[in-house]
């Protein structure tokens, strides 16, 4: 997943649960231009803050790592 499908799924959710920016941004003490900027695929969020949103939206993110063949 990128960041812009980071960004739509994090808005769809947000959306389903009737919830506005400025909500959301007062339920993680994110900035609103935060949430807009991530949601829109041009923020670059750091992992705490993506935790903050996603918890409070009721998602989660799993990281795969692959190891690479030498």
Do not use: A, F, W
């Not at 990128?2 to 960004?7: K, R, S, T, V």
């Not at 947000?14 to 991530?38: A, F, G, N, P």
Request: no cysteine; proline share 1%.
């Amino acid at each position: 997943m990128n960041i812009e499908q980071l960004g739509k799924t994090i808005q769809s959710r947000r959306e389903q649960l009737v919830l506005k920016q400025e909500d959301l941004s007062e339920m993680t003490s994110i900035s609103t231009k935060t949430i807009y900027l991530i949601e829109n695929g041009t923020g670059n969020p750091s992992l705490s803050t993506l935790k903050k949103i996603l918890d409070v939206l009721g998602l989660e993110i799993t990281i795969d790592i692959k190891k690479l063949d030498q």
